[in-house]
């Protein structure tokens, strides 16, 4: 349950948003076992005044007061059902945004670990549905549990002071039983099944994915039936578990229902016996029987909750551990030394530095590099040669597991135009300054015609403005190339790392904006990376990479 | 969803339910059971209350009727519980049913159509879509028959009792119609809505988080952040305009059902008091009247837990439409044409007979146009020509992944054969996990004994756990020459007769490449029937026979 506790506090900081929220869900209850049970003692109090009414008895009974009052409990229990929606899903959305700004800072700490391994698509999506498992907490658990708490209680306790003690006792541990059932019992029956159930989705969706993936050779070698039927099995197995929970769940409310109706059944005969002592009128021995009979609804949403739990707790372990910062050794990396007391104009040294991927032979060096300020060094090397995991390294976002990394720059000092073009759905502006400084218009369209855009965004209609991505401008992936080469332009970082900086552009707009970046790079220092020299900028010194290993 | 779309779903789950109808149908008859139960319930407790209040009964001499309440709860409690039991088989019933007719088309679609959705897709198809149909089945269906039937049952009795109190209730039947409409309009909006926001929000909070090194090597992580909150704000100030409307249509179910509650507290208690002297009134007692009361409430319940379950609905009616055009277009797919030849190219001399084939794609002319072939047992062909000419169509053919537009395959299916394509495939698992794929009962020394024909063995061997340690290290993975390895170490593995592959070397740094040579000489010197397409000049040498495939034809070389 503890994995709950960071999400709980976080929803708890909306604390009068949920208060007003459960007031509402209370008082709607509140409504609805009010109308019947005052509906039930005016039934039976004008039932009693007829009668003597008709045995020519003078009697009078008040009508309007009730009368009003069932009015009231009427409109009152739609308007609060109706507010409670309003106002709590309001709040769902609030919450929304809250835990997805947590998760994404919990995933800005952790991300070393979560950038290397887990971005695939397949991770996102679980990542999103792990979210909407605890947007929902409050509204389907807190909140419900709180108020069939309350309403219980109040229940059984006027049920102590009014009824005969053997009877309140029975209808009080009815009570608690049923509230038992619904919820904590139903928790501890499910929450290992509805735990497993959750990673044993992970499972099947990477089996099914490898098969579908290895149709073809399966198919020829003839073992695709064989491999169906186990996955057939497996996914019988997950959907059988669900069975079970929800099976347990369809149990543990009917039993519940059972145990409010036999306090109702209870709160009838201790009424009836105390009718038949006199000790209270008729018709108020009718109203905890009524009271108890509207218990469904206060009841009704607990199970199917409390059969999910264990699921959301499962999320929410997922959650915290992507969102974990990582154990292990603390990088090998000194901090920065200034830039001006460094010898010799060094900017960036690597000495015998090289990275492993778990058991596997070296994927980088060892390699010792010595870069200058101002200095323009140009990197190639076939793919699998380890260029990105250098450009990963020299950019600080992955620790060599061996040697030593200087630097006399400041880590917000450098620029880097990842291997892979990352375009937001934003605008043009805002995808190409990303941190919020305000840059003139001139600015822009200077560096875009540098990268040779001004064309294509001057067909666009909101020019600097227009919208980029999938509801938007889609551009063809040497544009977004560029765009993403431009946005690094546009830093004033002193070092510039580009790796790969020409993906998917064309050999004529390569060579004509070539030179012209190195030259507005001139004063920086940049280290450029590629599969061969074509792709480079020109440099002033060159360095081939081979098979995790370095020759100059 | 347009509409012939949605009839087209809604049909499908019908048939669904239909074959699965004994499941179905007994979830219904427990629901009711359930309602019969709660109508005894009340009507008991009706009594009790009449007896004990005003015909003054001692409790005493009730007991019969207190144990006829228990039994009549207990009965209802059992018919629910088993409802629940019911309907969770059904659901479970009918999805593995889906997903057998899911595994099924995959099959007869073949890897080539497959190709078509991503694996991703697919894989949610497996399981998200078909769990989406969980709540149809298991909620919904049942619920909506029930919410036909409880109410006319709870009508009955209200009649039998007091023919005007039937009438009120009576009197917002009609409405009952309007209110479904109501409640599902609203709820399908609701359910749009609430699915368009989170489906954005989403996809705004991924975009950022697929972007995040980027975010932070540009400073953006704060700017980013504030987005975040501003753009959900932003779609919860719109989401919200519209639930507001959305949530009146069940609101105003809410109202009649609480107003009808009122109305006949009113009507039965001026009855009782003697001020309402027409019809049935007169004859008000407290037993009958309480007994409207409490039936008043069951009258409108199965409506509201319909009005709950309606977003079932929705997410049925949307995956139906995907899985049904799935299983519905493999049935219309033509069995393989995999008949025996009648041409003149001998069947017995040759393992594989292609006769006048051709292939076309729609938007395209034809890949290949009318061709005949036959490859000899022991053979090694390879087929060369243009990118794009059609040597993986011809490989697909030959493998029966494409069933030819017109002309006959013949050869293929009737035996495993071996093969190797573009993409190398390659699970989380062990080495022996993926190499078992093909052959699951070899002993783990022929496995390493295939890793070891592919060069493989020195790597598995610095494993700690050899071929029981994971291919995949955390962060590393096999590079694309290793993972070819992998694929041709399947073929050796398997000691298939026939060995299609698909640009064997293509891509493959210096050393696999001659590895993935080696290994077709050996199997060529081994007697296989090898068939490749390829550029490589070793290989081409290595073919007895080197076929062109140019502008749909074949050209020997």
Partial sequence: MHELFPWLSLILQRRQRLLVGGLLILFTAISGLGLLALSGWFISATAMTGLLLAAGVPSSLNIYTPGGGIRFFAISRTLGRYAERVYNHDTILRLLADTRVRLFQGLVTAKPDVQTGRTGAQWLTRLTSDLDALDTLYIRLVAPSAVALIISGTVAALAGWLLPPAYAAILAACLLGALLLATLGLFYRTRRLAGARVLSEERIRVTAVAYVEGNAELTAAGTWDFHASQLQNLTGNFSRQQAIVDVRTGWHQAVATLLTNGAAVAALAGGLLMVESGAISGPVSVIFPLLLLGFGEVYGALPEAFGRLGGTIAAAARLNRDCAAPVGAAPAEEPFADANVSPAGACLTLTEVSVHYGESAAALGPLSLALTAGQHLGVIGASGSGKSTLANVLAGLIPPQHGRVTRHVAPGDLAYLTQRTVLFNDTLRNNLVLDGRVLSDQQLWRILALVDLTERVATMPDGLDSWLGAHGHSLSGGEARRVALARTLLTEASVVILDEPFTGVDHATRARISAALAEELATRTLVVLAHDRDALLPTDRLIHLQQARCAV | ?557
């Avoid at chain 2, 399981?127 to 036909?148: C, E, I, K, N, T």
């Avoid at chain 2, 975009?207 to 090597?217: A, H, P, Y």
């Avoid at chain 2, 953006?220 to 639930?243: H, N």
């Avoid at chain 2, 390895?485 to 050796?492: D, E, N, P, Q």
């Fill in chain 2, 1 to 557: 969803m347009p509409p012939s779309a949605q009839q087209g779903a809604r049909q499908w789950l019908r048939a669904l339910a239909s074959g699965n109808r004994f499941l179905v149908v007994s979830t219904v008859g427990a629901g009711l059971v359930a309602a019969l139960a709660t109508i005894a319930q009340m009507g008991i407790l009706a009594h009790l209350v009449h007896q004990g209040v005003i015909a003054r009964q001692p409790v005493s001499t009730l007991s019969p009727w207190f144990g006829g309440l228990v039994g009549a709860i207990a009965l209802r409690a059992l018919a629910q519980g088993i409802q629940a039991q019911l309907a969770a088989h059904s659901s479970h019933a009918i999805r593995a049913r889906v997903r057998r007719q899911l595994l099924t088309a995959w099959h007869h679609q073949g890897p080539i159509k497959l190709k078509a959705s991503s694996a991703a897709e697919l894989a949610s198809e497996w399981l998200d879509q078909v769990d989406a149909l969980h709540g149809y089945f298991a909620r919904f269906l049942p619920q909506m028959w029930l919410s036909l039937l409880v109410p006319l049952l709870v009508l009955l009795v209200v009649a039998s009792l007091d023919w005007l109190a039937a009438l009120f209730l009576l009197l917002s039947a009609p409405l009952i119609p309007v209110f479904m409409a109501l409640v599902g309009m609203g709820a399908e909006q609701v359910n749009q809505r609430h699915f368009e926001t989170l489906g954005r929000l989403a996809g705004q909070f991924l975009d950022k988080v697929r972007g995040l090194t980027t975010l932070n090597l540009f400073g953006g992580i704060p700017v980013a952040t504030e987005a975040l909150r501003t753009q959900s704000d932003a779609y919860r100030r719109i989401t919200m305009k519209t639930l507001k409307i959305a949530f009146l249509s069940s609101a105003v179910l809410e109202f009649f059902s609480s107003v009808a509650i009122a109305i006949v507290a009113m009507y039965v208690g001026f009855g009782l008091l003697g001020y309402i002297r027409i019809g049935p009134s007169e004859n008000l007692t407290l037993f009958s009247g309480l007994y409207v009361l409490l039936l008043a409430p069951e009258f409108f319940q199965p409506l509201r837990l319909l009005s709950q379950h309606y977003h079932d609905r929705a997410a049925a009616l949307g995956a139906a439409q995907l899985l049904g055009n799935r299983t519905g277009s493999a049935q219309a797919v033509s069995p393989p044409a995999t008949q025996s030849s009648t041409s003149t190219l001998d069947a017995a001399v040759n393992v594989l007979v292609l006769d006048r084939v051709s292939v076309g794609f729609a938007t395209r002319p034809a890949v290949l146009t009318d061709v005949s072939m036959g490859i000899r047992r022991g053979e090694s062909v390879a087929l060369t020509g243009p990118s794009g000419s059609g040597k993986s169509t011809l490989l697909h053919l030959m493998a029966g992944f494409l069933p030819p537009d017109s002309g006959r395959v013949s050869g293929v299916n009737q035996q495993p054969f071996g093969w190797l394509g573009q993409s190398p495939f390659v699970v989380q698992g062990t080495w022996a996990e993926n190499l078992r794929l093909v052959a699951p009962q070899a002993n783990d020394a022929t496995l390493f004994d295939a890793l070891a024909r592919v060069g493989l063995a020195p790597l598995v061997k610095a494993r700690s756990a050899g071929i029981h340690s994971p291919v995949t290290e955390s962060g590393g993975g096999l590079s694309g020459g290793q993972a070819r390895r992998l694929s041709l170490a399947r073929i050796f593995l398997g000691d298939f007769d026939l060995v299609l592959l698909d640009e064997p070397t293509a891509g493959l740094d210096a050393g696999s490449e001659s590895v993935v040579i080696t290994a077709l000489q050996e199997l060529h010197a081994a007697g296989k029937t090898l068939v490749f397409s390829t550029h490589h000049p070793q290989l081409l040498a290595l073919a007895d026979r080197v076929i062109d495939v140019r502008e749909g034809q074949l050209h020997h070389a």
